[in-house]
């Protein structure tokens, strides 16, 4: 009876290592059918990836411009149109800020005919003279000082030129026709001036 137990384990030995083989073979096969169907999409991705011709990379690319061109164009279009926008709105801030000058030099004027007191009306007058030149200078704007200085063609326009009082105001300017002003440390309007010669 040993020899029929010793048989039979020899059996199942056997038969454990036939079926250990035959799923070996299986995994192979169908690790050999894996790697041939990844190869066949390989090829396929390979056919499908074929080299595009001079004709189709021309069109591909005069495309590509045409919608460059009419990006670029909506661009510079929509920039124009705020920096105009961007104008506007910033000439609506600054005449807002003014108009408060303005409805003052409207009351003085509206009393200047029915006033007795000449000295009120002055008075009345330089704060709203003060009031404005704040208001310049919130803005950046102040007055060339020009009266008695060098001439100077960077910031003067001389009109005419007169025999100077003194020798020492021989190149200088004697009078001021209209004021100058700087906009931020640059020239807005140049004063138009009279020199001494």
Known sequence: MADKTKLTDSQKDKKTELEETL?????????????ASEENDEKELREEKKEPTAEEKLAELQDRYLRLSAEYDNFRKRTLKEKIDLQKSGNENL?????????????????VDEATDIKAVKEGLKLISGKFSGFLA????????????????????????????????????????????????????????????
């Open 23 to 35: 799923s070996q073979e299986e995994v192979q096969n169908e690790t050999s059918k894996e790697e």
């Open 95 to 111: 005449l807002n800020s003014l108009l408060p000058v303005a409805d003052d030099f409207d009351r003085a004027m509206g009393v």
């Open 138 to 197: 919130q803005q950046g704007v102040k007055e060339i000082d020009a009266v008695k200085k060098k001439f100077d063609t960077d910031l003067h326009e001389a009109i005419t030129k007169i025999p100077a009082p003194s020798k020492k105001m021989k190149g200088k300017v004697v009078d001021v026709v209209q004021k100058g002003y700087y906009l931020n440390d640059r020239v807005l309007r140049f004063a138009k001036v009279v020199i001494g010669e």
